[in-house]
């Protein structure tokens, strides 16, 4: 069975100080992983996702993350925290051939001015 | 490109009514998936649409039911409603190749059963 987990429940950061939100998974195959981010009364955005290719994917709004198979993580980063991104962020996994999200529980980032 | 509407916003009904939620994907989008997120469960799959065909299915009751329509619009329906709906129903969109795709949100329909 796939699953994702977000080890931290909420993260604290200072603005411009570099961001790391953590995301494990557990699949059988190939993953296809997925980051998002939530809003207060508002649904998901998408930040980014890794399919297949080259570990570093980068995305929108400065936000990149970094495949590790042999550690099977995901986490997301960036390299200066904004007031801004604090926000919900959840990551997801889905299996091939279906549109199937499974997602971790979510992370709360809190960016302090 | 329009995003993906979901309609109505809001909604209040009381236990034992009946509810139907509208989602309206992005153009070209023929794939639609549905989602519950609660604070106690988080971010639950409900199921997918794709040609009127529901192609994938979550773990929930038979209460919990949906169809898409010729022009991809779908629609979910939850009958005899428990104080237990109350969420927030999200409603995604995506191409269908290549699958898995990237699958775009709708802002959400907030559900409270009273």
């Known amino acids: 069975a796939q699953s994702v987990a977000q080890p931290e429940d909420q993260v604290n950061v200072a603005e411009g100080n570099p961001l790391t939100v953590k995301c494990t998974y557990s699949?059988?195959?190939?993953?296809?992983l997925f980051w998002y981010v939530q809003y207060p009364n508002r649904g998901l955005q998408f930040l980014l996702k890794y399919i297949t290719g080259d570990n570093l994917v980068k995305g929108s709004y400065g936000f990149e993350a970094e495949f590790n198979k042999s550690q099977t993580s995901f986490h997301l980063k960036k390299p200066s925290a904004l007031v801004s991104d604090s926000a919900l962020y959840f990551c997801a996994v889905s299996g091939r051939g279906y549109n199937k999200l499974i997602f971790g529980a979510g992370t709360r980032l809190a960016v302090h001015p | 490109k329009a995003g993906v509407t979901q309609t109505p916003r809001y909604l209040i009904k009381t236990r034992g009514q009946q509810v139907t939620l509208s989602c309206s994907p992005i153009s070209g989008h023929r794939s639609v998936s549905w989602y519950q997120q609660t604070p106690g469960q988080g971010l639950q799959f409900l199921f997918e649409?794709?040609?009127?065909?529901?192609?994938n299915k979550g773990n929930f009751p038979g209460r919990f039911s949906g169809r898409q329509f010729s022009n991809s619009r779908s629609e979910m329906n939850v009958s005899t409603l428990e104080l237990g709906d109350s969420a927030l129903y999200l409603c995604?969109?995506?191409?269908?190749?290549?699958?898995?795709?990237?699958?775009?949100f709708g802002p959400g329909t907030r559900l409270t059963v009273l």
């Open positions: 649409y794709f040609s009127e065909t529901q192609r």
């Open positions: 699949v059988s195959g190939n993953p296809y």
């Open positions: 995604a969109s995506s191409l269908v190749d290549p699958t898995p795709d990237t699958q775009y």
